[in-house]
Structures are given as C-alpha cells and as structure tokens.
C-alpha cells in the first residue's frame, strides 16, 4: 500500500512540475517525421551554420551525421564543416563535432557557457525546442536585445534573426489564483522582416529540431526497423511451429 501511494505521488511528481512552470509562449506542438532525411539534412546545415560555432555536438561525427542522412563526404566538406582544427585547418569529416570555444570564454560572454546540443532534445523534448527557437522577441532590458518566451531572461542571442526578422510581444496583465497580478505574453508582432516568410521560418525550425532529435537518438530508425524485423520473424515462425504441430499430431488421433 505505502509502495503503490509512492509510486504514485512519483508519477504525479513530472505532471506537478509541469504546471507550476506556468505558461510559456510560444506553445504549439510539432511531430517529427523520421523517414524525412531531406528535412534533417536541411537541419544539419542550419546547425553547423548557425549554432555550432557556440555550441557543440561533442557525440558526433560529420562523417556518421553525413552516412545516416545521406549526405556524401565531399558535399559535407563543402556544406556543413566550418570548424577548425588546432592547426587551423578544417576539420576532418571523421572528427567529432566540437567547438573551438572554451568553456571560460562562453561564460564571459553570455553569462552561461553555451551547452552540448548532442541530447538537448532528449532533456528538453522536441515541443520545447520548436517554441524556444521561434519564441525570441525584443527586450531592450536584456544584453543582447532579446528576451525569449520559453527561456525568460536567457542567455542566448537571436542567432536566426536574420531568418525570422525581430518581433515584440504583446502582453496582458493577468491575476493568478493567488490575487498576484504578472504580464504574459499572448502573441508576437513583426517589426522587421527576416529572409523568410513566418511560414518558412517555422518549416525552418522544425527541420532544426527534426535534426536535433536525430542527433539525441541517432539509432532511433535503426530499432525501429529491427523491432519491425523481429516481429515479423517471429509471427512466421509461429504459422511454421502451428503448421508442424498439425503434421504431427496428424496420426495421433
Ligand atoms: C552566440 C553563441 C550562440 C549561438 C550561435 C547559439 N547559441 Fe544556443 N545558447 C547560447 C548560450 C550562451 C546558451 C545558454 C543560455 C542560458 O542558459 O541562459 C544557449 C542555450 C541554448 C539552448 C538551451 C539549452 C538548455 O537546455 O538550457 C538551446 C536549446 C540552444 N541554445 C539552441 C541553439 C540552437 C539550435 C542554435 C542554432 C540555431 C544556437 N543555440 C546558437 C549561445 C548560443
């Protein structure tokens, strides 16, 4: 009795956490399509261009990004690999995905160091990162300018901003159960334009995230196919061992 109420107040404990971290905005939800190599290939080049020259996937390997969504050696050299080695070079395609920047220099600059993405999808999920990536908006209270809907106060630029443009919220005043009155934000308004369209952006995003999510789990559709493969296998064999039984039980009767 006392083990099952634990275990209950353990199940509860995430959805408990889950509400008391109030609202965030943006909050839409998105599913990944993992037989879309074409969308994760386009991630991996929005993240070698955009987030790793801060950020790095220390876990992987060009060469195995480049080998499970289909990208060959060469073009992965042209396209996705602007890291350096120590000697200045670029980086081989059989090296992992690390960054030049050190943790000190992070830290001075952004306040926090700028994370490992390699299991950022894991530990956050792939809803929170969609909405955190189309959730900055204008904050001149903040040293970079921006503020961000599902990251309050975070350390990070608007690094896509020349894709999506620069947004301001709109806020409104609402009183909690408490009688405590705080501003949220309900919606975004442009202020300038970005390269894309609001549409492209956020078809933009999803391929990043689809990307991320490959990256946090790369054998995900590997397992899928060998539990396909598993199964099918043993529902053969099941006809098979039937069918034999019949044979011989045959005469028995
Ligand atoms: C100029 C450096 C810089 C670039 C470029 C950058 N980031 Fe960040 N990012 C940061 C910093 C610094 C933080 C830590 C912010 C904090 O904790 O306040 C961060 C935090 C994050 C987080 C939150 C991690 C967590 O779990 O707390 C995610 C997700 C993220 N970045 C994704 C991206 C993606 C995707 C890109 C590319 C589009 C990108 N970043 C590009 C500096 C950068």
Redesign the pocket.
Known sequence: MKKSMILFAGLLLPVMGWAAGGAIYPDDDISIDWSDKAAMQRGAQ??TN??L???SAQYSRYNRVGKDLGISDDLMKENLIFTTNELGEQSKVGSLMTVTMNQEY?EKS??????D?SL?AR??GTHW?YN??RGFYLDDARPFGVNNGV?P?????H??AELEGLKKAVKEEVEDSHGNKHEVITGFEQVSEGSMTPEQYDQAVKD?VAF?DYLAEPYKQTRKNVGTGVLIFLLVLLILAYLLKKEYWKDVH
């Open positions: 929005l993240f955009y987030c020259s801060c950020h992070g952004f306040g926090t160091a700028p994370p993405l950022v530990s956050r990162l955190y990536l990251f106060n975070v350390g990070m630029p690094v896509l990043l991320l």
